[in-house]
């Protein structure tokens, strides 16, 4: 059976450890004790709750969309010029950044602190130049 430790099983989960914690505290996650007391979690139960938390309903409802890749997570960082910004998205352990106009940021309110999904449609963009006459 394998175990792993609030630290592990927080990173797995994509949440802190002091949440965890407070799952375990809360009894949504059954933790046991080693011999040297410290607390861990049992790989079924950590695998059970990881689907359960990925079922749970999303940000708010989207009606229609082709997308299969969505990350929702807390805009970290937006820097803007006169035209484009980059905005930085961490949704659990992951990082995304993405370019959009400045006009869609602003209309959007995306700033640090809020709330966002990532809809991630294509694995690449290829850029190409025609051959010269």
């Given at each position: 059976?394998?175990?792993?430790?609030?630290?592990?099983?927080?990173?797995l989960?994509g949440?802190?450890?002091d949440?965890?914690?407070?799952?375990?505290?809360?009894?949504?996650?059954?933790t046991?004790?080693?011999?040297?007391?410290?607390?861990?979690?049992?790989?079924t139960?950590?695998?059970?709750l990881a689907?359960t938390?990925?079922?749970?309903?999303?940000?708010?409802?989207?009606?229609?969309?082709?997308?299969?890749?969505?990350?929702?997570g807390?805009?970290?960082?937006?820097v803007?010029?006169?035209?484009?910004?980059q905005?930085?998205?961490?949704?659990?352990?992951?990082?995304v950044?993405?370019l959009?106009?400045?006009?869609?940021?602003?209309?959007l309110?995306?700033a640090?602190?809020?709330l966002?999904?990532a809809?991630?449609k294509a694995?690449?963009?290829?850029?190409?130049?025609?051959?010269?006459?």
């Amino acid at each position: 059976m394998a175990t792993f430790r609030m630290g592990q099983a927080a990173e797995l989960l994509g949440v802190s450890t002091d949440t965890v914690r407070r799952w375990a505290d809360a009894g949504r996650l059954q933790t046991t004790r080693t011999e040297g007391g410290r607390r861990v979690v049992d790989g079924t139960a950590l695998a059970e709750l990881a689907r359960t938390l990925a079922a749970e309903p999303g940000t708010g409802a989207i009606v229609s969309a082709s997308a299969r890749n969505r990350f929702a997570g807390i805009v970290t960082r937006v820097v803007k010029d006169a035209v484009m910004a980059q905005v930085e998205l961490q949704a659990g352990p992951h990082r995304v950044v993405a370019l959009l106009s400045r006009e869609a940021v602003d209309e959007l309110g995306l700033a640090p602190g809020v709330l966002a999904v990532a809809a991630i449609k294509a694995t690449n963009v290829v850029v190409e130049l025609p051959a010269q006459p």
